[in-house]
Structures are given as C-alpha cells and as structure tokens.
C-alpha cells in the first residue's frame, strides 16, 4: 500500500522581499551518510505548478502506473488549470529516463511554423516587427506539439491506457475548478487581446463576466476535445473535427494554417546533450533548445573556479559572466537542428569553455558590446515545468508552454483549444528582440515546419549519491533559473531550498544583471557596480521552479516547488 510520507505543499510566497529565505541554510546539515546507495527509490516524488496536476500524476502511480503516465497526467491538467502557462495548443520538451533500458530521450513536441509564415508575413509596411501579429492571434500560433506528445509518451513508454491518463484532466475541464489569482490577473493584462475573438470569449466570458478568482472555471469543450484525443490518439486532434475546427479558426482570424500541416506534424526523439560539472552527469535539452547548450558552457566555464570559496560579489560577478557568454552564442548560433548546422560540440566543449573563461577579467564587467540591445520587458512568469521520479527509478522533467500569457489569446470556437504564440520565438526579424529581450539571426529565422529556438531547459542530474530532476519556466530567464538550481544542489542543497533560491540574470543584452529584491545584498551590488556591472536589484520575484530529488544514500526522496508560486505542490508517496 502506498501512503504519503510526507507532502511537502505550496507554500505562500511570504514576502516579495524574498527575506524569508534568509532563514534557509546554504548548506544542508551534512547527516551521516550510509555506505550503500540504493538500487531504486524508495517510492515516487512529483513537483508541479498545480496541487490537482500533482495528484492526477499520483493519481496514475497508485493505479499502477509509472512516470511515463504520470507525466502525460499531470500534463494534461496542467493544459486544463493553467490556461495562462500552457495547453494543448502549444508545446513542450519532455525528457525522460527509461530504467528499464537505463537511456535518456529527449521528446522533442516544439511548435512547428506554418508555411504561410513567411519573414514578411512579420514585418510592418516599414520593415519593422509587427508586434500584434508576432505576439497575438493566429499569426503567432505554430501547430501545436503537445498533443501529439501525450500520445506518443504514453503508447511509447506508458504502462496504462492514454484514456486513463487524460481521464483527471478531462473530468476537471468538464467539472471545473477553482481560478486562483495569478489567472485573474493574467486575464486582466491580456484581456484585450483576448477579447478579440469569439472563441475566447466563449470560455472566458461565459457567464457574461472575466475570470475572478475563487470562482469556478469550466471548460465543456477542452473536456470533449481531450476525450477525442483520449479515444482516437493523434488522429483526435490532429484530424478530423478538431482539426477542421482549428483551420476554420485561424482562417476566420485571417491567418491561414493547412490541413497537412497539423495531419503531418511529428514529435522528435533527439539524444539529449549530457556532460559533466564537479562529479554530477547533466542531462539537458539539445536544440532546438538553446538551454541545454547554454548551461553545458555556463557550468564548464563556471568549473574552472571554485565557486563556494568566494564572496557573494565575485561569485555573481562570475556566474553573470558565464551568462553574459552563452547567452550571445546563443544569439548567434542555435536554432532548429534539421534546418541549421550548429558548432553544438564546439561550443558545449571543455576546450571552448577554457577560452571563454580566459577572457573573463576577475573583477571587472566586460562590456556586452565588446563581445559584439535593447531593453528586455519584464513579462510574467508563464510556461510550465513538472518533475517526476518513481519507484523503479523512472524519471521525467517537462516544461510545456503557450508561450506568453494565455498565448495567442485565441481560442479555436467548439474546441477549448487556446492557440500558442510561439511565432515569437523565431528571429521574425533579424536582430529585433523578441518578448523576452532575446534576438536571433539566420539560425532562428523562421521557415515551413522549422521549430523554433526555445529556452525550455528540462534536465536531470546524478551524482554516486544524488539524482534530481528540475526545470522551469521564465523565458530566457529559464536557463539561468536551471543553472542557479543545479549550482544549488552542487552546494548541498535540498529540493525545497533549490526551489526557493534567490535568482540573479543577465543575457548579454541587454547589459545589466537583474536580480530578485533581496537575492543581493546591498554590499555586493556596491562591489558589482565597482568591477563596472550595470545591476538592477529591484525586480520582483520571478520563476516556477519545480524539482523532485533523490538521496541514494539516505534513500529519501524529496520535491521541491517554487513558493513564488502558491498553487504549486510537491509530493512524495513512499511503499
Ligand atoms: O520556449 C521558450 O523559450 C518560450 N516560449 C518560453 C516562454 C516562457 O517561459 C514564458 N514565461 N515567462
């Protein structure tokens, strides 16, 4: 019998200040250590964004299932309770690690571009970036991933039916649940948008009003198109009525999708990209993630010192180093691996990692522009992240999206199917920021079933004693959410900790390093400042972190979810 050991639940985000994390040792308290590490873990762990995908997720264990249906679970109703994060009208990366056969796969179920959008489709009759079109309605929707992706992590990996997986979700798309705050006020930022199109007005402003927070949100249609899904598999969403649905949609709003390319669309398997950091295996997203590679040359860059050896200033100065370097190659160099060659081994390598450490000055900023933007908008944290870890040693991290808050805005009438605004991702314009201050070339520009670059960094990391799973959502911001969690569990960290670390950032443009308020103090900003950082240590706090982690030697597992994110929910079941 399984019964919950412990649950670690959401907790309020206390104070905006961060000041409660004050009270959080750095390091764990070293415990005595058994000799033996564990073959498995003693039971499952699942850390998510919502409490009810959490228990949909357990939900699958305790009939029997295994991560694989867990995670195509909590998935599913993640699409259903966080309209504002992602759904089945965008995408995701799932990466999964199958015990049975110890490999690691990379399900790759990223937007794909229509062919009608063209370079031009983006551009304003003066050549700059159409912002509606590449941010709003259904020119900034790419065909959907996600569906597909449940299918085929279920029938692939699964131990229990797909209908068995999507029956939670389906059954609260149908009933309902309860708004919680952060969607009302999603709602609000982007209601106009929104509001501009039938569809979306059908389900949000169905009983005549927007959103409101404690009142119950249904979602008839989401529940019928998920059960078509659940009956038919890809054929539910991709074909037919749904199908048909989705192009009337799109035309309707004036964009044009064809009918081959939602019937053709395929999810991946890539090889994820795997190296070494100070004894830990990372395990990460390759393109058309540019995360994985970030954090491959960050924590290669960031090896050559030994981080804990120094005060707060240095280490950020250095860590803001490392991001200041990726973040430009990403700029340069990633996009769609079946479109693009990409120098991935050179620059995720131990040799180029040396160079770019050398041209780091100890205590002093080197300007973005030596290293050859405007300002990034500060934008919500949306996206979504869930890690999974069961008994058998199955493990699962996925971050999914709409992209931007409540994606395109536009929900395809009869079907609940919010549509994503992924298009945003490409270079729609070469050297033009996008949403998050990111830009892009050649490598990202977009074209006929091209994917788009994305930051999405789902990833695992082991240690002889440790394993953890993490990810999150953020933008650009993902990848050094990613990389500050792994520096955590480095340090000794546990789940919860790495989950409510304080965040610092910088993506090379534009040239400052933003930081949580609190996440510095006041000396180190001076001392940032002194080696030439531009800082900005007011922001709010952002990110969602969620992560599940595995002590072998103690044979305990532990989640850990973000409490910036109140709604959020770890969970450990133990035998
Ligand atoms: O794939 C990407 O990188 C973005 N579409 C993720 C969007 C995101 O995290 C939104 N949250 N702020």
Same mark, same amino acid.
Do not use: C
């Given at each position: 019998?399984?019964?919950?050991?412990?649950?670690?639940?959401?907790?309020?985000?206390?104070?905006?200040?961060?000041?409660?994390?004050?009270?959080?040792?750095?390091?764990?308290?070293?415990?005595?250590?058994?000799?033996?590490?564990?073959?498995?873990?003693?039971?499952?762990?699942?850390?998510?964004?919502?409490?009810?995908?959490?228990?949909?997720?357990?939900?699958?264990?305790?009939?029997?299932?295994?991560?694989?249906?867990?995670?195509?679970?909590?998935?599913?109703?993640?699409?259903?309770?966080?309209?504002?994060?992602?759904?089945?009208?965008?995408?995701?990366?799932?990466?999964?690690?199958?015990?049975?056969?110890?490999?690691?796969?990379?399900?790759?179920?990223?937007?794909?571009?229509?062919?009608?959008?063209?370079?031009?489709?983006?551009?304003?009759?003066?050549?700059?970036?159409?912002?509606?079109?590449?941010?709003?309605?259904?020119?900034?929707?790419?065909?959907?991933?996600?569906?597909?992706?449940?299918?085929?992590?279920?029938?692939?990996?699964?131990?229990?039916?797909?209908?068995?997986?999507?029956?939670?979700?389906?059954?609260?798309?149908?009933?309902?649940?309860?708004?919680?705050?952060?969607?009302?006020?999603?709602?609000?930022?982007?209601?106009?948008?929104?509001?501009?199109?039938?569809?979306?007005?059908?389900?949000?402003?169905?009983?005549?009003?927007?959103?409101?927070?404690?009142?119950?949100?249904?979602?008839?249609?989401?529940?019928?198109?998920?059960?078509?899904?659940?009956?038919?598999?890809?054929?539910?969403?991709?074909?037919?009525?749904?199908?048909?649905?989705?192009?009337?949609?799109?035309?309707?709003?004036?964009?044009?999708?064809?009918?081959?390319?939602?019937?053709?669309?395929?999810?991946?398997?890539?090889?994820?990209?795997?190296?070494?950091?100070?004894?830990?295996?990372?395990?990460?997203?390759?393109?058309?993630?540019?995360?994985?590679?970030?954090?491959?040359?960050?924590?290669?860059?960031?090896?050559?010192?030994?981080?804990?050896?120094?005060?707060?200033?240095?280490?950020?100065?250095?860590?803001?180093?490392?991001?200041?370097?990726?973040?430009?190659?990403?700029?340069?160099?990633?996009?769609?691996?079946?479109?693009?060659?990409?120098?991935?081994?050179?620059?995720?390598?131990?040799?180029?990692?040396?160079?770019?450490?050398?041209?780091?000055?100890?205590?002093?900023?080197?300007?973005?522009?030596?290293?050859?933007?405007?300002?990034?908008?500060?934008?919500?944290?949306?996206?979504?992240?869930?890690?999974?870890?069961?008994?058998?040693?199955?493990?699962?991290?996925?971050?999914?999206?709409?992209?931007?808050?409540?994606?395109?805005?536009?929900?395809?009438?009869?079907?609940?199917?919010?549509?994503?605004?992924?298009?945003?991702?490409? *270079? =729609?314009? /070469?050297? @033009?920021?996008? &949403?998050?201050?990111? #830009? !892009?070339?050649?490598? %990202? $520009?977009?074209?006929?079933?091209?994917?788009?670059?994305?930051?999405?960094?789902?990833?695992?990391?082991?240690?002889?004693?440790?394993?953890?799973?993490?990810?999150?959502?953020?933008?650009?911001?993902?990848?050094?959410?990613?990389?500050?969690?792994?520096?955590?569990?480095?340090?000794?960290?546990?789940?919860?900790?790495?989950?409510?670390?304080?965040?610092?950032?910088?993506?090379?443009?534009?040239?400052?390093?933003?930081?949580?308020?609190? *996440? =510095?103090? /006041?000396? @180190?900003?001076? &001392?940032?400042?002194? #080696? !030439?950082?531009?800082? %900005? $240590?007011?922001?709010?706090?952002?990110?969602?972190?969620?992560?599940?982690?595995?002590?072998?030697?103690?044979?305990?597992?532990?989640?850990?979810?973000?409490?910036?994110?109140?709604?959020?929910?770890?969970?450990?079941?133990?035998?």
């Amino acid at each position: 019998m399984l019964k919950t050991l412990r649950v670690l639940a959401s907790q309020a985000f206390l104070t905006a200040s961060l000041s409660f994390l004050a009270t959080s040792p750095l390091h764990a308290a070293p415990k005595p250590a058994p000799a033996k590490t564990a073959a498995h873990p003693p039971g499952a762990a699942i850390a998510s964004a919502h409490a009810l995908a959490t228990q949909a997720g357990m939900d699958m264990i305790r009939q029997g299932g295994n991560a694989f249906d867990a995670a195509v679970a909590v998935s599913a109703m993640l699409s259903v309770v966080e309209p504002i994060s992602s759904g089945i009208g965008g995408g995701g990366f799932f990466l999964l690690h199958d015990a049975k056969t110890g490999k690691d796969v990379f399900v790759d179920a990223r937007e794909t571009s229509p062919e009608s959008a063209t370079p031009q489709a983006f551009l304003t009759p003066d050549g700059q970036l159409d912002n509606d079109r590449a941010t709003n309605g259904p020119w900034s929707a790419g065909i959907p991933g996600l569906p597909a992706a449940l299918v085929h992590v279920s029938q692939k990996y699964g131990r229990l039916p797909l209908k068995t997986a999507l029956a939670p979700a389906i059954r609260v798309a149908r009933e309902g649940f309860e708004i919680y705050p952060r969607l009302e006020r999603g709602y609000a930022s982007r209601r106009a948008v929104m509001e501009r199109y039938r569809g979306t007005r059908e389900v949000f402003l169905a009983d005549g009003t927007p959103p409101r927070a404690g009142e119950i949100l249904k979602q008839p249609d989401l529940a019928n198109t998920l059960q078509l899904l659940a009956d038919k598999g890809f054929d539910g969403f991709y074909k037919g009525e749904v199908a048909n649905r989705l192009l009337a949609a799109v035309k309707e709003e004036g964009g044009h999708w064809r009918a081959e390319e939602l019937s053709g669309y395929r999810v991946k398997e890539r090889e994820p990209l795997h190296f070494k950091y100070r004894g830990w295996d990372i395990t990460t997203a390759p393109p058309p993630s540019s995360g994985g590679v970030a954090i491959a040359q960050m924590l290669q860059i960031l090896a050559g010192w030994d981080l804990e050896s120094l005060d707060e200033a240095k280490r950020t100065h250095l860590i803001a180093e490392s991001m200041r370097r990726a973040f430009r190659d990403r700029t340069i160099y990633l996009g769609d691996p079946d479109f693009v060659k990409m120098p991935v081994a050179r620059l995720t390598s131990a040799d180029y990692a040396a160079g770019q450490r050398a041209s780091i000055h100890p205590s002093k900023a080197t300007p973005s522009e030596l290293l050859s933007g405007p300002p990034a908008p500060l934008e919500d944290d949306e996206t979504t992240h869930y890690s999974i870890i069961d008994a058998q040693g199955n493990r699962v991290s996925t971050t999914q999206t709409v992209n931007l808050l409540y994606g395109s805005g536009l929900v395809a009438p009869g079907t609940g199917v919010l549509l994503n605004d992924e298009m945003d991702d490409f *270079a =729609l314009r /070469p050297g @033009t920021p996008n &949403a998050f201050g990111v #830009m !892009g070339f050649a490598a %990202n $520009a977009p074209a006929p079933g091209k994917r788009m670059l994305s930051s999405m960094t789902p990833t695992f990391m082991e240690s002889g004693d440790r394993l953890a799973v993490l990810g999150a959502p953020g933008g650009s911001r993902i990848i050094t959410e990613v990389l500050l969690g792994i520096l955590g569990y480095d340090d000794g960290m546990g789940a919860q900790q790495v989950a409510a670390k304080p965040r610092i950032h910088h993506q090379w443009m534009p040239d400052v390093i933003t930081a949580e308020q609190g *996440a =510095l103090s /006041p000396e @180190t900003v001076k &001392a940032l400042e002194a #080696m !030439g950082h531009k800082v %900005n $240590a007011g922001e709010k706090p952002w990110g969602n972190l969620q992560t599940v982690s595995w002590d072998k030697r103690a044979n305990t597992l532990e989640g850990g979810t973000d409490p910036r994110n109140p709604v959020g929910k770890a969970e450990v079941l133990v035998k």
